[in-house]
């Protein structure tokens, strides 16, 4: 199982920019699939965005144009860069791994986007 700590979220105004880290310990992240996933209270949790152990990367309709995800595999890190954020983009920031076919979550953090 991978460890996972998010950080980078806090309070921005729409229109501005944020970016997103997740540290993951333990060696099999160069392996891992990882994810961004955001939740609003009584609403499902939303992909907004994956790369795979290969790079290969998919991003979420909701955000598409607007959130890139990298990741760099020496710092055991996954990146979310999010841009011309609306308040739409509320929510609980989660991160996700899943190595070895076990999942795993961070603890979340909160992005708000005041109007």
């Known amino acids: 199982q991978v460890q996972l700590v998010e950080s980078g979220g806090g309070l921005v105004q729409a229109g501005g920019s944020l970016s997103l880290s997740c540290s993951a310990s333990?060696?099999?992240?160069?392996?891992?699939?990882m994810a961004w996933y955001r939740q609003v209270p009584g609403k499902q949790r939303e992909l907004v965005a994956l790369?795979?152990?290969?790079?290969?990367?998919m991003i979420g309709d909701s955000v598409k144009g607007r959130c890139t995800i990298s990741r760099d595999n020496a710092k055991n890190t996954v990146y979310l860069q999010m841009n011309s954020l609306k308040v739409e983009d509320t929510a609980v920031y989660y991160c996700?791994?899943?190595?070895?076919?076990?999942?795993?979550w961070g603890q979340g953090t909160q992005v708000t986007v005041s109007s």
């Open positions: 333990g060696s099999a992240f160069s392996t891992a699939n």
């Open positions: 790369i795979t152990s290969q790079g290969l990367k």
């Open positions: 996700n791994a899943i190595a070895n076919g076990v999942p795993s």
